[in-house]
């Protein structure tokens, strides 16, 4: 059999995937990969509803539908502070998924080094390797998920064209606060690199964190490229609507990129999700003021459980320390892989192994998530109580 590509063979399938299959096996409740158990917004269904007779059927322009990218423009514009021309400075993706990669491949050549904070959502490191860079890690410290500039410096001494900053981050729920977004700017301008963000979680920031976009920042939007994507925002991850906001000469590539890894995003979708891109500022207001109810009914449960946990900044995402569990004879020699599949199958909860987002040697963590209907966050709870029960 003829070789494959070496690329393939440096990175594993997405862990966070695997755990829903193995999830799915056993009847657990999924709390591993990251989408809600409840509906989008009705005026987003009844829209298509609509779009499913009117259409359109057919493809739309490749780098997304006119009156799609005129809503994106409208929205974050206002979220950049600055007027963006969808023409010329928006590329619709195929969820954020994509954007990234577009992103990756847009900046990217071969041997280059691209800066990527760990713990980290699991597809960055494969998208360097893919565009053929190589990605070099700055850890993020637990439990407060601090950082030290210095090492983000010496990434870029050694001639890193980018750095990546997930805000807020997935998987610990770091908000970065504008000072340090500034400080990683600086840098980015002083060594003549872009920053590529991961936004995805912008309305998910609880008080009293706010969340900064890198390229509102003064002196940041030629140096940022803009990642994004509706699956969160509005409880449509399904749907794969993603998009890439940056300077002209940027997106003018990322056309292409995005031309022929996917073509374009669906059309009719984008006609749908078109009436909540112009929801006006209640809509997000609830929705933050929902997940933080959300995150404070899952973190009650959590303590009830005896669990120790970080509070998270933003996103939907928590990370729960085991170190006490696999410390217990019955577990001994367990990673935190082999103890997420023995909860599938004896708790009925599914999380995702910390090791999949950390470059360091840690496996004492596990991730899991809270964009669940009350009634499942309560069961999750009642189930994770009675884990005690097992292990002693």
Not at 3 to 9: A, F, I
């Amino acid at each position: 059999m003829p070789q494959l590509s070496k690329r393939v063979g440096t990175f594993t399938d997405s862990v966070i995937r695997r755990m829903t299959r193995i999830s799915d096996h056993y009847g657990a409740i999924n709390l591993s990969q990251g989408f809600p158990d409840f509906d989008p917004p009705k005026p987003i269904l009844d829209a298509l509803a609509k779009a499913a007779y009117a259409g359109p059927h057919q493809y739309s322009i490749t780098y997304g539908a006119e009156n799609f990218r005129q809503a994106l423009a409208e929205k974050q514009g206002r979220a950049i502070g600055r007027t963006i021309d969808p023409e010329t400075e928006i590329v619709v993706t195929c969820g954020g998924t994509e954007a990234m990669m577009c992103a990756m491949m847009t900046v990217c050549n071969p041997g280059d080094k691209v800066l990527v904070f760990s713990p980290f959502y699991e597809n960055y490191g494969a998208d360097a390797i893919l565009s053929g860079a190589e990605p070099i890690y700055v850890p993020l410290v637990p439990p407060e998920y601090n950082f030290d500039i210095s090492l983000v410096e010496d990434g870029f001494r050694q001639g890193a064209k980018a750095i990546v900053v997930c805000n807020p981050s997935n998987p610990c729920g770091k908000v970065f606060t504008e000072e340090e977004l500034l400080a990683i700017g600086r840098l980015a301008v002083q060594y003549d690199a872009y920053v590529i963000t991961d936004e995805v979680y912008e309305h998910m920031v609880y008080a009293p964190n706010h969340h900064t976009c890198m390229a509102a920042l003064p002196g940041m939007y030629n140096n940022t490229i803009t990642c994004n994507s509706l699956s969160k925002t509005y409880s449509i991850t399904g749907w794969r609507l993603g998009y890439l906001i940056g300077p002209a000469e940027v997106v003018e590539n990322a056309k292409k990129v995005h031309d022929f890894l996917t073509v374009g995003a669906a059309a009719p979708l984008q006609e749908a999700a078109t009436v909540g891109l112009r929801f006006d500022q209640s809509y997000y207001d609830a929705l933050r003021e929902t997940y933080t109810q959300k995150r404070d009914f899952f973190l009650a449960g959590l303590d009830r459980a005896g669990l120790k946990h970080n509070v998270p900044q933003g996103t939907y995402f928590v990370m729960v320390d085991i170190q006490e569990f696999l410390d217990l004879p019955m577990f001994a020699g367990y990673t935190d892989l082999q103890f997420c599949e023995w909860m599938i199958q004896h708790v009925g909860v599914a999380a995702v192994p910390g090791s999949s987002f950390f470059r360091e040697p840690i496996n004492n963590y596990i991730r899991l998530h809270f964009a669940r209907e009350e009634s499942t966050l309560e069961e999750v709870s009642r189930r994770l109580t009675k884990m005690e029960a097992l292990v002693r």
